[in-house]
Every structure is written in C-alpha cells, then in structure tokens.
C-alpha cells in the first residue's frame, strides 16, 4: 500500500495521519479494510479502505507537528 509521502507500507509498519496523530501501526491488512491502531492504546484506532491511505496516512511524521 502506498502513502501520502509516496512510501510502501504493510502490516506491522508505522504510519501517520496527515493531521500529525500516531503513530499507528497497521495491525490488520487481510480484509477489505486496513485497521490502523494507535500505538499505546487498546481501544483507539482507525479503519481505511486501501487505496484510502495514499490521502490520509503518512510514512512519516508530516512536518509541523
């Protein structure tokens, strides 16, 4: 899967919110949408469809946060 910031991500890699939240982690790629959970917690986490994360995730921490 592709970002924002034009990197190749997977399951288990660390991602980032365009808005600067995360990191996340990509804890579940296998099914129709991607889970992205937040690192430190239990509960909070995201779901995308794939071709979603090249609009709203960043490999990277976007600058300015």
């Given at each position: 899967m592709?970002?924002k910031?034009?990197?190749?991500?997977?399951?288990g890699?660390?991602?980032?919110?365009?808005?600067?939240?995360?990191?996340?982690?990509?804890a579940?790629?296998?099914?129709?949408?991607?889970?992205?959970?937040?690192?430190?917690?239990?509960?909070d986490?995201?779901?995308?469809?794939?071709?979603?994360?090249?609009?709203?995730v960043c490999?990277n921490?976007p600058?300015?946060?």
């Amino acid at each position: 899967m592709r970002t924002k910031d034009g990197h190749t991500v997977g399951q288990g890699d660390l991602v980032w919110a365009v808005n600067g939240t995360g990191p996340y982690v990509i804890a579940d790629a296998e099914g129709r949408l991607v889970y992205l959970q937040l690192v430190g917690s239990d509960t909070d986490g995201l779901f995308f469809e794939p071709g979603d994360l090249a609009l709203y995730v960043c490999k990277n921490r976007p600058k300015g946060y």
